[in-house]
């Protein structure tokens, strides 16, 4: 029986979509069994994320309204075999799915996947309810900003609420050269102020960008900084033990070497 | 020159007038005042809880009965103004006794 995460966040924006593809691809490439199940009705991504927007022929609600098969609307990946989509519609909007059919639709993919990983829609309205609804885990994240962790605090104290205990922290778009210089809160100020245990830290990446464009998660980039960072937690949710990479590319002694023109 | 080369060499330490520091300082208080917002069902659960529990040791002005939280600073208090119709002597002594 495979497992139910959660990727949420409260604020738009901060990197739920691209959290959830490339900690599913990074799971996938690992060798498990993997759904990611788009939940923002209405607004789409996850299938362009994802570079699979041609192949959808049913989609969430196709499902859990009988229209189609689970089966018939899964999209398998085009380098995984392992992989697959379960796209979000987008000419309905959040009511189109209820709590319940979530809890029920997570079942049944849970009997066939190690992992399903939800994308969750902004907010804490109905979207956010139904793609909670089924989960075991959360991940909850955020951006190095106020009110990006302002409404993390949020999204925590509703996920305690609905009894899905211990969510984890991904701080997404942090920029080590902006930290040093004290003009961005760092890892420690975060952890403390929502007393939330850590799972990643993603920097700031123009790969992500670019990856975005490609259609090709960062996570299968060996040169991106954000791709390794996505590897590091997608082997922390499996379990293992992997210590927090170095985010400084600006190491003291390249400063100094640059420092005296070498 | 001398801030510069401190600076490059990563020896310079947090300013406070850095803006991480205005930063955690505005989300520390956002957070003070987000916490201490209940939701009115919450609120009503505490005040039942409150009638109940205070029953025992006293009569109350159950329509009379206010529960707030107030956040000053960097604090929230509860604040609950509950006018008493009439002690009642004895009433958890011979409980805790027995
Ligand atoms: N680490 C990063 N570095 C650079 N750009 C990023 C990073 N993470 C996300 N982005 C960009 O930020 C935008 C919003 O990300 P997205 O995952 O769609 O957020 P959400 O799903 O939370 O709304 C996208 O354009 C994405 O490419
Ligand atoms: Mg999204």
């Known amino acids: 029986m495979g497992e139910v995460i959660v ?93 319940e059919q979530m809890r029920e639709l997570t079942q049944q993919l849970k009997e066939e996947f190690d992992y399903v990983i939800i994308d969750c829609p902004a907010g804490i309205e109905q979207g956010f309810k139904n793609a909670i609804a089924g989960a075991q885990r959360a991940i909850v994240v955020t951006t190095p900003e106020v009110a990006a962790v302002r409404d993390a605090d949020r999204i925590i104290g509703l996920l305690e609420a609905a009894l899905l ?43 992500i960008v670019i990856s975005t464009n490609k259609g090709e998660p960062a996570v299968l980039d060996k040169q991106s900084k954000a791709g390794e960072a996505y590897r590091n937690i997608s082997k922390r949710i499996t379990g293992e033990h992997v210590p927090l990479m170095n985010l400084e ?8 070497r640059r420092l005296f023109g070498a | 020159m001398f801030e510069f080369i401190q600076r490059a060499l990563g020896l310079k330490k947090d300013d406070p007038t850095a803006s991480k520091n205005t930063a955690k300082e505005r989300l520390r208080l956002v957070l003070v005042q987000d916490r201490a917002s209940m939701s009115p069902a919450t609120l009503e659960a505490l005040k039942e809880d409150l009638i ?32 008493i119709l009439k002690l009642k002597r004895n009433a958890k002594e011979q409980e805790t006794a027995s």
């Open chain 1, 165 to 207: 205990a211990e969510p984890k922290l991904i701080v997404n778009r942090l920029r080590p050269s902006m930290v040093k210089k004290g003009d961005m809160m760092d890892i420690d100020d975060m952890i403390e102020i929502l007393a939330i245990e850590l799972l990643g830290v993603v920097p700031e990446d123009e790969a």
């Open chain 1, 7 to 99: 990727v949420t966040s409260g604020k738009g924006g901060v990197g739920k979509t691209t959290t959830t593809a490339n900690i599913g691809t990074g799971l996938a490439v690992m060798g498990n069994k993997v759904v990611l199940v788009d939940t923002d009705i209405g607004l789409r991504n996850l299938d362009v994320v994802m570079g699979l927007e041609n192949r959808i022929v049913y989609d969430i609600v196709d499902v859990v309204t009988g229209n189609c098969r689970l089966k018939q609307a899964l999209i398998k990946d085009k380098r995984f075999e392992d992989l697959f989509l379960l796209p979000a519609a987008q000419t309905k909007d959040k009511t189109a799915v209820s709590e």
């Open chain 2, 52 to 83: 109940r529990v205070i029953s025992e040791y006293m009569e109350i002005d159950q329509t009379g009965l206010e529960v707030s939280l107030s956040s000053e600073d960097e604090s929230v208090a509860l604040v609950c103004n509950i006018p």
């Open chain 1, 249 to 256: 590319a600006d190491g003291f002694f390249r400063r100094l």
